[in-house]
């Protein structure tokens, strides 16, 4: 069965203090991974999609990469306004969003 | 701002009930999809419309229907509400079948 593993759950950080969030999947073909940012009371926003092992994507203080069981969002230098929980989506093998499976997230607070 | 509407933002009903809601894809996009994001369980994939058919079923409970209309706007039928329904519940547009999704702001929804 497909899987998606995210951790920490929740994650606290000093404002400059760099570091790493973990999703761990299990698919039985992985067509896409896919980071998702969402704020409270929002729907999610897209930030990267992965789409083959040792593919990395960058976005401001965001990079995205990707190995054949996980990928890690790595931030460096974070501000408060990168607080945030972050997802990451699974697409599998076939047709459609009916494969994409989320994770539950990390919930990420940067301290001024 | 994502372009993805939902209708209403909030909404308290009663367990038995019945409601209706509402969402308005991106100009253009073809695909809508609905999510039911619950404290628990992370978001959960339960339908996929794509230009008026039904593309993909995830695991909607047989209470929920969804239908897409020619104008490309969904709704997402909830009956015999539960205490367990009360959930955040995303529609989320695509021009394609990837997983890059636009997500609207949810529609919270109660159930006393």
């Known amino acids: 069965e497909d899987q998606v593993t995210q951790s920490p759950e929740a994650l606290r950080l000093q404002e400059g203090e760099s570091s790493s969030l973990n999703c761990s999947y299990t698919?039985?073909?992985?067509?896409?991974l896919f980071w998702y940012r969402q704020d409270p009371g929002k729907g999610p926003e897209f930030l990267f999609t992965l789409y083959s092992a040792g593919e990395e994507k960058e976005k401001e203080r965001l990079k995205a990469t990707l190995t054949k069981k996980e990928s890690f969002l790595h931030i460096t230098a974070p501000k408060p306004e990168d607080s945030a929980t972050y997802l990451c989506?699974?697409?599998?093998?076939?047709?459609?969003?009916?494969?994409?499976?989320f994770g539950t997230g990390t919930r990420l607070t940067v301290i001024p | 701002d994502s372009g993805v509407t939902q209708t209403p933002k909030h909404l308290i009903t009663a367990t038995g009930q019945r409601v209706t809601l509402r969402c308005s894809p991106r100009s253009g996009d073809l695909s809508v999809y609905w999510y039911q994001q619950s404290l628990d369980q992370g978001l959960q994939f339960l339908i996929q419309y794509y230009n008026g058919e039904e593309r993909a079923k995830g695991n909607i409970l047989e209470r929920f229907s969804a239908q897409q209309f020619p104008d490309l706007h969904s709704e997402l039928n909830l009956s015999s509400l539960e205490l367990g329904d009360s959930a955040l519940y995303f529609c989320?547009?695509?021009?394609?079948?990837?997983?890059?999704?636009?997500f609207g702001e949810g529609s919270r929804l109660t159930v006393l």
């Open positions: 698919v039985s073909g992985l067509r896409g």
């Open positions: 989320a547009s695509s021009t394609a079948p990837t997983g890059e999704l636009f």
């Open positions: 989506a699974v697409q599998a093998s076939g047709t459609g969003a009916n494969n994409l499976f």
